[in-house]
């Protein structure tokens, strides 16, 4: 699919959209013990005299950070139907550089979370919103850099998407022509094989196909040896539905509470350390270099840094400032081949993964995405390690938005 010159909006220094707080702002916000009624006080203080569409997009944000999903999109679409362009509040500097994310409407997974980068960067990010129903803008903010921060997409958006990336008159990043890898299905198949990387295939399976297993034993379709397994519904993100089955009755037991019609079953692989403990790491790659982000410890095999106890234990976050102080020469020089194999199949400028070391020492990547949080919410008093790291991590980043930026030669 080609675009000709007509399709595109015009650039305009002079298009100012909606200021709002943002994604990183709120969630930041929230992750710090503020519920629903403090979240809304802040947004009523903040958008005071702004037009409604403003209050109705952090509005929409709020909602699904209190898990009030339905809610929250609805008010999306109100917003959206009434501005396609948002920017996020900051304090850019006169010379700072001009990111036009383009994304688009859904849940808070569906996009990168790009302000959770710029905003400790001299960045002025404005997101464009992609209608299904509508067509683009007359105009758009002019800018330096476009960023495809779509992380999901079916056929007919992953076109409309390739062609406004292959056509954008701005330099472009994150070219959406490699999403369709990021399936989980996709992801293991794409990685089977690679010498030092472990991705047990998820196998797409049926509620009928599991249903027939039960009653009369026929093997689970694309998994010969079933248990131990994971299974999820298909739909499912963060580890919601996720669970550990280790025989036929555990299975009937997860099914006798689950009305789903699809689900992903995997092989289990016990990734446990010598001391008996799981460590699942995000690495965020920025234009190919790994960084850690976090790495999370625990006692249970599903593990979230969220339900870590990183906070309420100090041995554990020693462990996580020791793995971070020798990512490079440890993690990172073990696991370099797998990561430029990685690179040939998500040809992605920022993605990361969630991964673990299996016991005999390959790469276990349990999941990859374009729109994972990479963040610095974390106390600093009671995690002064991740202050330098993350640091890091935001320069390489700004680094690559100026190097995309610059013209070439």
């Given at each position: ?334 696991h370099a081949a797998a990561f430029a194999a990685l690179h040939e199949r998500l040809g992605f400028d920022l993605y990361s993964i969630d991964c673990a070391e299996t016991q005999d020492g390959q790469l276990l990547v349990f999941e990859a995405d374009t729109a994972a949080i990479i963040h610095l919410m974390d106390p600093p008093d009671i995690f002064p390690y991740k202050q330098p790291q993350m640091r890091r991590v935001f ?15």
């Amino acid at each position: 699919m080609s675009l000709d010159s007509a399709a595109l909006p015009k650039l305009s220094e002079a298009v100012c959209p909606p200021l709002v707080c943002g994604t990183a702002d709120l969630t930041t916000f929230a992750y710090h013990e503020h519920g629903i009624p403090a979240l809304l006080d802040r947004l009523n203080q903040f958008h005071q005299d702004d037009p409604a569409e403003a209050w109705e997009y952090d509005a929409a944000i709020a909602c699904q950070l209190a898990f009030r999903r339905a809610e929250g999109l609805e008010l999306q679409d109100s917003a959206l139907a009434r501005s396609q362009l948002f920017r996020v509040y900051g304090n850019p500097s006169g010379n700072a550089l001009r990111v036009l994310a383009i994304a688009a409407p859904g849940d808070l997974m569906i996009n990168t979370p790009l302000d959770f980068l710029t905003n400790h960067l001299d960045v002025r990010l404005d997101i464009l919103y992609l209608r299904a129903d509508g067509g683009l803008p007359a105009e758009v903010p002019e800018h330096d850099v476009a960023f495809f921060s779509v992380g999901e997409a079916d056929p007919a958006r992953l076109a409309r998407l390739q062609a406004l990336f292959d056509n954008w008159p701005r330099p472009a990043l994150n070219n959406p022509r490699f999403l369709p890898t990021l399936a989980r299905d996709t992801l293991s198949r794409a990685l089977g094989g690679i010498a030092g990387i472990s991705s047990p295939a998820a196998v797409a399976v049926g509620r009928a196909a599991l249903d027939a297993h039960l009653r009369d034993d026929s093997p689970i379709p694309g998994l010969p040896a079933p248990y131990p397994c994971i299974i999820r519904p298909a739909t499912s993100h963060a580890g919601a539905g996720l669970q550990r089955i280790d025989d036929t009755a555990a299975m009937a037991e997860y099914l006798r509470f689950s009305f789903e019609k699809q689900y992903f079953v995997t092989r289990f692989v016990d990734y446990r350390s010598p001391d008996g403990l799981y460590r699942k790491s995000r690495v965020a790659f920025i234009d190919r270099a790994p960084f850690l982000c976090h790495m999370a410890v625990s006692q249970h095999w599903m593990v979230h840094y969220l339900n870590a106890g990183m906070t309420e234990a100090a041995t554990k976050r020693d462990d996580e400032a020791r793995a971070m102080a020798g990512f490079d020469a440890g993690f990172a020089r073990r696991h370099a081949a797998a990561f430029a194999a990685l690179h040939e199949r998500l040809g992605f400028d920022l993605y990361s993964i969630d991964c673990a070391e299996t016991q005999d020492g390959q790469l276990l990547v349990f999941e990859a995405d374009t729109a994972a949080i990479i963040h610095l919410m974390d106390p600093p008093d009671i995690f002064p390690y991740k202050q330098p790291q993350m640091r890091r991590v935001f320069d390489a980043f700004g680094d690559l938005l100026r190097k995309a930026a610059r013209p070439a030669g």
